[in-house]
């Protein structure tokens, strides 16, 4: 019986072809997995403007927390969660919106009337009606949400942000 | 095969035994494109294990999820829809790639001693892919799927004694629902992977134990041999490359869509199993009454046995096909029956009414809408608004049914129904339905 085993320059292509080929699978498949797979982490999630509600009821420099349903895509579910912000009336006739978490820590703050300040009742951080921090632990002044009235209706883009930070960093 | 990394790995590991091993295996007779099937085989289980991976990121095995997953990985995961289609394709074409495969091993009379027990391997991984096949028509939880795994199931329940049982274990409860989406997943994606990974792993160990059996004819086995690499890696390199293409291209440009949700309700739905299943779907339109169980299992548990035993009863020694009339007479006998079936069952589907795909999305909407609390459709539904069972023989303008869902009052003064502002592609699905509803045509088959 005779071994018959290319040798040389055939061999050499034999194995040209296979590494082109099994290179060719691999591509045509890796890519369009690797697709498949990253793209959709990568992919920010896409706030939607939110109703509120009528905003006939706020009053000028009196901060109001207002809830609402927000509706978030989570991968292939679509969420409605109530969500709150707190609403200040301006002079000029527009509305600052504040995300309703302190920068701090992340606690749920609220306003006093009294004092006109907002308090933080977790670790004492001091706000005033305009966000600003007057005293305590907080890094940065209360974080803005955009916002806009359409017809009397309040719209706002629902954020969170990392806590801890100078400087407002979306999540 | 020589790179300095080799080297270094060699020089600790000694790895040229093993490329020797792997590499030089002799081939009777030299490589030849006959014996490319196997390896095909192998390449496609590979496929379908690595898409099946990617996929299962995104999908949910539960009846509230899995249909809006596979819906979420066909329309909105980048390239989902092509992933979806190399595993659909895969799954297809891995079936042909095992029967060419075994006709291949049946012609060549590759199953005689001592290669029995490859063979009888070969059958278990035969039964473990159908396995695969049937679980995974489940998973994207649409009507096809839902009700072709009652008949399958329903199947099952027909072994006498023990029937009730398997087909409890298999649904795992009474009904179909969420138990039974659950495990045919665990099934689908742990329990017959482990197992055939096992299977495959026998099947390769015993032919590099008793060699490749290579032609029929000893003299010629006799003339020559050759070793693994590189021809015959070459032919098995090029055929993987020329499957893999025919797959891409086939999920690149035959679209399979989904059927509506999974609806037990729905008992208007008439399933069809993947092609590989169509033969037998046919043969028990042949064999019912009493002799269903003939169909159902009897017919089946033999022929899985005979299989089995094949290399025992077919004791003839001789491989070449000219010295074995009966072997081969049967052989063509079975492929004949079974591409008969198939060639009546793709026959009568084809030529029966088909379904027009908006009239099935516009009757997907139509329950999606909750139009039947109002409405009443053959018996079904409520009695609020008018009874739409036959609403084409007097509403056949698709015009009229378009400004209708849009603003009811603005064609039917003083109707309470509210308007329907939904995009205007399912407007135009919706009012496909309305039309399909005449008397001549029962409800649903309009067609085309």
């Known amino acids: ?8 320059t055939r061999r050499t292509f034999f194995s040209w072809v296979i590494g082109i080929a099994a290179g060719a699978i691999g591509m045509g498949l890796a890519i369009p997995l690797a697709i498949f797979a990253i793209s959709p982490a990568m992919k920010r999630r896409t706030a939607l403007w939110a109703e509120v509600g009528p905003t006939g009821n706020l009053q000028t420099g009196e901060p109001e927390e ?16 109530n969500k709150a912000i707190w609403a200040v009336q301006q002079p000029a006739g527009d509305i ?14 609220r306003w006093e009337g009294g004092d006109h300040r907002f308090h933080c009742p977790c670790h004492g951080s001091v706000y005033d009606v305009t966000g600003k921090v007057l005293a305590g632990p907080a890094p940065r002044s209360l974080d803005v949400l955009p916002s806009k009235v359409e017809q009397g209706k309040l719209f706002v883009i629902y954020k969170e942000f990392k806590s801890g930070l100078d400087h407002p960093v979306e999540l | 095969m020589a790179g300095p990394l080799y080297r270094w790995l060699d020089d600790r590991l000694k790895l040229k035994p093993l490329e020797h091993t792997l590499l030089d295996e002799p081939i009777p007779g030299g490589a030849s494109w006959i014996y490319v099937f196997g390896s095909a085989t192998l390449f496609l289980f590979c496929l379908q294990a690595t ?3 990617f996929l299962a990121l995104y999908y949910v095995p539960s009846p509230d999820s899995a249909y809006d997953t596979v819906q979420f990985i066909q329309h909105e995961v980048p390239l989902g829809w092509f992933v979806r289609g190399l595993h659909h394709w895969g799954a297809s074409a891995v079936m042909v790639a095992i029967g060419l495969h075994l006709l291949q091993v049946y012609l060549y009379g590759a199953y005689k001693r001592p290669r029995e027990p490859m063979w009888v391997v070969g059958v278990v991984l035969l039964l473990l892919m159908m396995g695969f096949g049937f679980t995974g028509y489940l998973l994207p939880w649409d009507q096809n799927a839902y009700w072709a795994t009652q008949v399958g199931t329903n199947m099952v329940a027909s072994v006498p004694w023990i029937g ?9 409860g009474d009904t179909l629902g969420a138990l039974t989406l659950s495990r045919f997943f665990a099934l689908h994606t742990l329990f017959l992977p482990a197992l055939i990974g096992c299977g495959i792993v026998a099947h390769l160990f015993i032919l590099r134990r008793v060699g490749p059996a290579g032609p029929w004819s000893v003299e010629q086995a006799g003339r020559r041999s050759e070793a693994f690499y590189p021809r015959q890696v070459f032919m098995d390199a090029l055929v993987m490359l020329g499957v893999f293409l025919l797959v891409a291209l086939l999920a690149l440009t035959v679209e399979f869509p989904l059927a509506g949700h999974a609806d037990p309700s729905d008992h208007t739905f008439t399933p069809v199993p993947e092609w590989y299943f169509l033969f037998f779907y046919q043969l028990l339109k042949y064999i019912s009454g009493p002799l269903e169980p003939l169909a159902t299992w009897v017919l089946p548990g033999l022929f899985i046995l ?15 096909p000219a010295s074995r009339p009966m072997a081969l007479v049967s052989g063509v006998a079975f492929l004949m029956v079974v591409f008969s079936l198939l060639g009546i069952s793709l026959w009568s589907l084809h030529t029966a009414p088909k379904v027009d795909p ?18 009443r ?8 608004g008018p009874d739409l069972s036959y609403v084409a023989d007097q509403r056949p303008d698709r015009q009229w049914h378009l400004r209708h869902f849009r603003d009811p009052r603005s064609v039917s003064p003083g109707s309470i129904m509210p308007a329907f502002p939904l995009q205007e592609n399912d407007l135009n699905d919706l009012a496909s339905y309305m039309l399909s509803l005449k008397s001549e045509s029962p409800a649903g088959t309009g067609n085309r």
């Open chain 1, 1 to 8: 019986m005779k071994d018959s085993v290319p040798e040389g």
């Open chain 1, 66 to 81: 207002l809830q609402f349903a927000s509706t978030v895509k989570d991968g292939w579910r679509t969420n409605t969660a």
């Open chain 1, 96 to 109: 600052i919106v504040f995300s309703p978490i302190c920068p701090h820590l992340g606690c749920g703050f």
């Open chain 2, 51 to 53: 898409t099946g991976m």
């Open chain 2, 164 to 172: 009730d049982v398997l087909v409890r274990v298999l649904r795992g």
């Open chain 2, 306 to 320: 005979v299989l089995l035993l094949w290399p025992w009863l077919d004791r003839n020694p001789e491989r070449r």
């Open chain 2, 358 to 375: 908006s009239v099935a999305r516009g009757k997907v909407l139509f329950s999606k809408q909750h139009c039947m609390a109002c409405h």
């Open chain 2, 377 to 384: 459709i053959h018996g079904e539904g409520g009695k609020v």
